[in-house]
């Protein structure tokens, strides 16, 4: 018995892996074939879809931006460690002791900007502020357009009019001046600026909500739960939401890219935190000294990189998912 | 915080009845409510205000008179290429999906949606600047980067009759090439950044109408019977495909229109964008509230004028 068992567990593990790099193959390269999995035939057609699904989301463009978004997010998690200045050296005038607008040297690989920061220690925890912004503020404009959209498009009728009337008022002035009308009244900090830029990006996520609820609420399953009684709070929120969110995920890198943009174009203005690093800040401080051009052209390549990744994500999810972008028969000629 | 107009007008003065004194001049000393209903019976009667600290003593309306021709010469270029270069672009890019060329433009049309345009200007101004010697990176109006002209010495010219406030029409009405070179050598730049960085919504748009239109049953009719390639293409898809893509070209145009925030500041362009940037910092209330309404009248009338193409484009669609 005990022998046997033994047998088992060494035979077991090699063939679970040889199974799990078969798969991956399987999964990878189009058109495999693999005689071990002839009698999983049903399994095999099952996961076909999610076979066709994945390789759609291969192509070249969207594996650069991951890789480039992976880039940004490594230096977000180890910003500590792979620079030696703090925050508060970096952000604080009168504490770096050094010359502004320094060429490179040992102890400022990429020189310094004005008030004598390195540009890289910059650039380095500019990483955190970028994607801290970005994604917190999709976040909210995303959930409160989710909630706003479902409940305009499942009532309709004068809930929706006006509903809709409101968006429309906010969609009409461009989202930038309004933000930076409305961070000269309440405050310039981080988490002031991300909830209002959030609450601005609210009308457009709902407007894409709202044309997709209204193309779930015509399916079948919806009537036969509000005719087994359900209330309408159930049927908006375990019902529909789930059938309806697709668009918004497309639509979730492509927000935060254009997040990310948006802020550091405020803070180019010189209304952006200034108690934090961030990119469009050092443009801002470097753009008219034209002699040190590397203090701005390093952080526009950041900034480049960050909203590079997250749009060719978005892009990539958007050809994978988008039923109408996916053509169904070859081309005649 | 609170930009405090008074305070900015003044600078900080020791003696706080001046600001006292100040303050009551200006009616900021009465209720928000009182202000508000007072500067909306002056609005709707036609008297948008005046400006207090960026131009002071003139108008409102004045001021927008002054600076909208000025944004309509640095926009006027883009409106007109972007659609047809983006256009082309996205047929091109549809008709060889998935290939070379496909990815190449993708590629190109989403490096321009990622590229922050104040990055991009800085950038051009300063490698053009360096390496080609008859441009020069700095502001209109400077009357030593014009060293050729003989009568140009400032804009408007106070010997004109009259003026339209576009500096290139006139230049062509009182002859003044001087004014012409030094208007387009500005003008070039803030082009050449806004068409590429604008390029990629219109040709991602055509890109996906031309891909959904080439799956039809009347393009595989056309090509059964004979049709070019070109004209199944240029006549039977691109007629179709231009539906949504001419809602996206309407409004490009009306939002480009309201002045290129950043482009302006970059290039202290004074346009809309920078009126409205320097009236913010300032803490000229007045001035911004006619900016943004005039902006606001301004896309409202693109999206009026979007539903009326619809039906031109496309005479199936009635408004009923």
Redesign the interface.
């Known amino acids: 018995m005990k022998q046997l068992s033994s047998k088992k567990i060494q035979s077991d593990i090699p063939i679970t892996n040889m199974k799990r790099f078969r798969y991956l193959k399987f999964f990878l390269i189009p058109g495999w074939r693999d005689p071990a999995f002839t009698k999983l035939e049903y399994q095999i057609g099952k996961s076909k879809s999610k076979r066709k699904l994945f390789r759609r989301l291969i192509k070249?463009?969207t594996i650069i931006g991951f890789l480039l978004l992976l880039f940004v997010t490594f230096c977000a998690i180890f910003a500590p460690w792979l620079t030696k200045y703090t925050v508060k050296v970096l952000t604080d005038k009168g504490l770096s002791g050094g010359i502004p607008f320094d060429d490179p040297t040992s102890d400022h690989p990429l020189g310094t900007t004005q008030y004598a920061y390195d540009v890289l220690g910059r650039l380095i925890w500019g990483c955190r502020t970028a994607l801290t912004f970005g994604i917190a503020t999709i976040i909210i404009g995303a959930s409160g357009g989710i909630i706003v959209g479902t409940i305009s498009a499942y009532f309709g009728g004068r809930v929706d009019a006006v509903i809709m009337r409101i968006a429309d008022l906010i969609m009409?002035?461009?989202a930038?001046?309004l933000l930076?009308?409305f961070t000269?009244?309440v405050?310039e900090q981080l988490p002031i600026m991300l909830s209002l830029f959030g609450l601005l990006s609210i009308p457009a996520f709902a407007r894409l909500m709202r044309s997709s609820v209204f193309q779930v609420k015509q399916n079948l399953y919806i009537e036969a739960a509000q005719t087994g009684g359900a209330k309408s709070f159930k049927v908006m929120f375990k019902h529909i939401i789930p059938n309806a969110i697709a668009p918004i995920i497309i639509n979730f890198f492509g927000g935060v890219?254009a997040a990310i943009?948006g802020f550091?174009?405020i803070a180019?203005?010189?209304f952006g935190d200034q108690s934090l690093p961030d990119w469009?800040t050092d443009?801002n401080f470097a753009?008219t000294k034209?002699s040190h051009?590397y203090a701005?052209?390093w952080?526009?390549l950041f900034?480049?990189i960050a909203?590079?990744g997250f749009?060719?994500i978005g892009?990539g999810l958007r050809d994978a998912l988008d039923p109408?972008?996916r053509?169904?028969?070859k081309?005649?000629? | 915080?609170?930009?405090d107009p008074v305070l900015n007008k003044l600078g900080i003065l020791p003696d706080p009845t001046i600001i006292e004194a100040e303050r009551r001049r200006m009616g900021l000393h009465l209720p928000l409510i009182t202000q508000l209903f007072i500067y909306l019976k002056n609005f709707f009667t036609g008297d948008w205000g005046t400006s207090y600290i960026v131009s002071e003593g003139k108008s409102v309306i004045q001021i927008i008179g002054e600076i909208f021709p000025k944004t309509i010469e640095l926009v006027i270029v883009p409106i007109l290429i972007i659609p047809i270069i983006g256009v082309k672009l996205g047929v091109i890019s549809a008709k060889n999906?998935d290939k070379a060329k496909d990815?190449f433009i993708?590629?190109i049309g989403?490096?321009g949606?990622?590229?922050?345009?104040?990055?991009?200007a800085?950038?051009l101004?300063?490698f053009v600047?360096?390496y080609i010697e008859i441009y020069t990176?700095g502001q209109l109006n400077l009357e030593i980067m014009s060293p050729n002209s003989v009568t140009f010495s400032q804009y408007p010219d106070p010997e004109w009759p009259f003026h339209t406030g576009f500096r290139i029409i006139d230049g062509f009405l009182f002859n003044d090439q001087g004014l012409i070179q030094d208007t387009l050598l500005h003008l070039i730049l803030p082009m050449i950044c806004m068409t590429f960085v604008s390029l990629a919504g219109i040709t991602r748009q055509t890109r996906?109408s031309m891909?959904?239109v080439?799956?039809q049953d009347y393009i595989?009719t056309a090509?059964a019977k004979g049709c070019l390639?070109n004209n199944v293409i240029s006549k039977h898809a691109l007629r179709n495909a231009l539906i949504p893509t001419s809602n996206l070209i309407i409004g490009g145009t009306a939002?480009r229109l309201?002045g290129a925030?950043?482009l302006e500041?970059?290039f202290n362009y004074t346009g809309m964008g920078f009126f409205?940037?320097t009236a913010?910092?300032l803490?000229d209330y007045v001035l911004?509230n006619g900016i943004?309404v005039f902006?606001?009248l301004i896309?409202?009338s693109g999206n009026l004028i979007a539903d009326v193409m619809y039906t031109i484009i496309d005479p199936r669609i009635a408004y009923t």
């Open positions: 070249p463009l009409i002035f461009p930038l001046i930076i009308l000269q009244m405050g890219g943009l550091t174009s180019f203005l010189g469009g443009i753009r034209f051009y701005a052209f952080p526009g900034i480049l909203v590079m749009m060719l892009d109408r972008l053509v169904t028969t081309k005649v000629i | 915080m609170f930009e999906k990815t993708r590629g989403i490096l949606t990622c590229l922050p345009i104040f990055w991009l800085t950038m101004q300063y600047g360096h990176y996906a891909l959904e080439l799956e595989r090509r390639e939002a309201t925030l950043f500041m970059a409205m940037v913010i910092t803490g911004i943004l902006t606001a896309i409202l």
